[in-house]
């Protein structure tokens, strides 16, 4: 979703606001140049994040993060005498993009990292 949407030299910030939201983090980089962050953890079954990666990573959530339950929600299902089932099977993690935006607030660089567990 990020490599689709966002598009150095052309992508505002008024074009980021209306596609991910407003940014966990506004900072400022060495040359002055103002630095949105998001930061997004999240938890999501064996299923759900098999079908994120079936869509390519494309969620409705903007961000294309795996899942809506957020770090502190939870997937939970049972299985017995040895047996687990898909929605048992969880996997965490997180997604961070930082976006610098040049003077005339259009996406000067970005950057992703993500972690899984």
């Known amino acids: 979703m990020v490599k689709a ?3 150095k030299g052309k992508t505002t910030q008024t074009d980021v ?3 991910f939201g407003a940014p966990n983090i506004i900072t400022r980089d060495t040359d002055g140049l103002e630095v949105w962050t998001y930061d997004v953890q999240y938890t ?3 299923a ?3 079908e994120w990666k079936a869509r390519g990573g494309v969620s409705g959530t903007g961000l294309g993060v795996a899942g809506t339950t957020l770090v502190g929600g939870g997937a939970s299902g049972g299985g017995s005498g040895g047996r ?3 929605v048992s099977q969880v996997s965490s993690g997180t997604f961070t ?3 610098t935006f040049d003077d005339g ?3 000067k660089d ?3 990292m993500s972690t899984k567990f």
Do not use: F, G, N
Request: charged share 15%; glycine share 0%.
């Open 17 to 19: 606001l209306s596609t």
């Open 97 to 99: 993009l930082m976006i």
């Open 105 to 107: 607030e259009v996406v």
């Open 5 to 7: 949407t966002v598009k």
């Open 44 to 46: 999501a079954s064996a």
């Open 84 to 86: 687990s089932s898909a």
């Open 110 to 112: 970005y950057r992703m």
């Open 48 to 50: 759900e994040a098999a």
